[in-house]
């Protein structure tokens, strides 16, 4: 009678255990905010130039982060923003308010973060480096998406990779080939093995990373400086547009790879552009 009494005892113990921990691998926060956490590690960001979709400026090229951190398994929703700053910024506004939040711009995500961290009474929240996310998108692939390599370049039928993990240009609308596209609510595709939701498709997503644009013949796009070969936790401060990665629910396959670089000016706002946070440990 002991003993059961004991395993009793712990068994609740453990299930009883409060969901903000650094010793758990997840934690929600008050806002609802589920986060995973991201072993450091190294891993090759670019890529090769037999991808279909490469970009001059994908060099592929070796990236160590030295430091794991916690990164949100979904892009910030409507239901999220308004609960903390009272308002949905969003154009594409959708009853359900598990739909990410849109046409939002670096400036306004930046200063969300910057009312979360007092909300929460901490400095830890923040946009994650393009370094960092492309290493959590990726999740330990080599290929175009982090489950398999691109097989469609068009919007008329669904790429059998990608429609398992994201929302665009072959899935997101009415009509086939599709039309009226728009996005989705998150968590309603598959996870990729970290268990992060729409890293490819659904809304766009502002990065840390400032970047040069560049516009030479055949060659236009952003331009860091952190493209280089064994650089540690790399992070672009040069330059008057911001990074964003991950392509969007309008967008054609190529545009979703885990590679895939574009950027705007810090206050554009576009129906397609959202977000999502880190928490550093």
Same mark, same amino acid.
């Given at each position: 009678?002991?003993?059961?009494?004991?395993?009793?005892?712990?068994?609740?113990?453990?299930?009883?255990?409060?969901?903000?921990?650094?010793?758990?691998?997840?934690?929600?926060?008050?806002?609802?905010?589920?986060?995973?956490?991201?072993?450091?590690?190294?891993?090759?960001?670019?890529?090769?130039?037999?991808?279909?979709?490469?970009?001059?400026?994908?060099?592929?090229?070796?990236?160590?982060?030295?430091?794991?951190?916690?990164?949100? %398994?979904?892009? &910030?929703?409507?239901?999220? /923003?308004?609960?903390? @700053?009272? #308002?949905?910024?969003?154009?594409? *506004? !959708?009853? =359900?308010? %598990?739909?990410? &939040?849109?046409?939002?711009? /670096?400036?306004?995500? @930046?200063? #969300?973060?910057?009312?979360?961290? *007092? !909300?929460? =009474?901490?400095?830890?929240?923040?946009?994650?480096?393009?370094?960092?996310?492309?290493?959590?998108?990726?999740?330990?692939?080599?290929?175009?998406?982090?489950?398999?390599?691109?097989?469609?370049?068009?919007?008329?039928?669904?790429?059998?990779?990608?429609?398992?993990?994201?929302?665009?240009?072959?899935?997101?609308?009415?009509?086939?080939?599709?039309?009226?596209?728009?996005?989705?609510?998150?968590?309603?595709?598959?996870?990729?093995?970290?268990?992060?939701?729409?890293?490819?498709?659904?809304?766009?997503?502002?990065?840390?990373?400032?970047?040069?644009?560049?516009?030479?013949?055949?060659?236009?796009?952003?331009?860091?400086?952190?493209?280089?070969?064994?650089?540690?936790?790399?992070?672009?401060?040069?330059?008057?547009?911001?990074?964003?990665?991950?392509?969007?629910?309008?967008?054609?396959?190529?545009?979703?790879?885990?590679?895939?670089?574009?950027?705007?000016?810090?206050?554009?706002?576009?129906?397609?552009?959202?977000?999502?946070?880190?928490?550093?440990?």
């Amino acid at each position: 009678m002991k003993k059961t009494m004991i395993f009793l005892l712990l068994f609740f113990c453990l299930i009883l255990q409060p969901e903000y921990s650094h010793a758990m691998e997840a934690f929600t926060n008050s806002l609802g905010m589920r986060f995973v956490l991201i072993q450091s590690g190294s891993f090759s960001m670019g890529s090769p130039e037999s991808e279909p979709g490469h970009r001059w400026n994908e060099k592929v090229h070796k990236v160590r982060i030295s430091r794991s951190f916690y990164m949100m %398994d979904t892009e &910030v929703t409507q239901g999220q /923003w308004k609960k903390l @700053v009272g #308002f949905n910024p969003s154009s594409l *506004k !959708f009853k =359900n308010i %598990d739909y990410p &939040v849109n046409t939002v711009s /670096w400036n306004q995500c @930046v200063e #969300f973060i910057r009312v979360l961290n *007092k !909300f929460e =009474n901490t400095s830890k929240y923040r946009l994650p480096t393009e370094a960092e996310w492309e290493y959590a998108c990726r999740a330990g692939s080599r290929t175009a998406f982090s489950n398999g390599n691109l097989t469609q370049l068009t919007c008329t039928k669904p790429d059998p990779v990608l429609n398992k993990i994201a929302w665009y240009c072959g899935n997101s609308g009415e009509q086939n080939p599709p039309g009226k596209f728009q996005p989705h609510r998150v968590r309603t595709k598959m996870p990729n093995a970290w268990g992060l939701y729409d890293m490819h498709g659904n809304v766009q997503e502002w990065v840390q990373d400032s970047c040069v644009w560049k516009h030479w013949t055949g060659k236009t796009g952003p331009v860091t400086d952190t493209y280089k070969n064994n650089v540690v936790d790399p992070v672009s401060f040069k330059g008057k547009h911001k990074i964003i990665r991950g392509g969007g629910w309008y967008q054609k396959p190529v545009f979703l790879r885990s590679a895939q670089r574009s950027f705007y000016k810090p206050v554009a706002k576009r129906n397609s552009l959202g977000f999502r946070i880190v928490r550093e440990r």
